[in-house]
């Protein structure tokens, strides 16, 4: 999405789909610091929400930006399913490194929401 000028007064909807940018933002980056896997359930919730602002959404500042939403959702089941696959209770190497690399491409395409809304 080209950066221009996006019309936040009035729109409460991508006014709330700004905020879960944000907090996936610092949640992304809070897993990624301390590895607390805990995070995810909150991480969970934001992405749902953010989906189910955004996908199916006509507007411009929905549709712009679908790829990287899709590699938002895309990266977050496949962090579920590496998880989820895991036989013990904390996180192999391999698993946590592949948790790693999932969580930086959300953080990746996380930024490039904020830029396309020229918000950073």
């Given at each position: 999405m080209e950066?221009?000028?996006?019309?936040?007064?009035?729109?409460?909807?991508l006014q709330r789909f700004i905020q879960l940018v944000c907090d996936l933002n610092h949640q992304t980056v809070d897993v990624l610091k301390t590895g607390n896997t805990?995070?995810?359930?909150?991480?969970?919730?934001?992405i749902e929400e953010m989906y189910s602002i955004q996908n199916g959404a006509?507007?411009?500042?929905?549709?712009?930006?679908d790829?990287?939403?899709?590699?938002?959702?895309?990266?977050?089941?496949?962090?579920i399913t590496m998880i989820s696959s895991?036989?013990?209770?904390?996180l192999d190497a391999a698993t946590s490194n592949a948790v790693k690399?999932?969580?930086?491409?959300?953080?990746e395409a996380?930024?490039?929401?904020v830029r396309a809304y020229g918000l950073a």
């Open positions: 950066e221009k000028e996006i019309q936040l007064e009035g729109n409460e909807k805990q995070v995810l359930f909150a991480m969970n919730d934001t006509s507007e411009d500042e929905y549709t712009e930006i790829a990287e939403c899709q590699i938002i959702y895309k990266n977050f089941n496949a962090i895991n036989e013990d209770e904390k690399i999932f969580l930086k491409n959300i953080f996380n930024v490039g929401i």
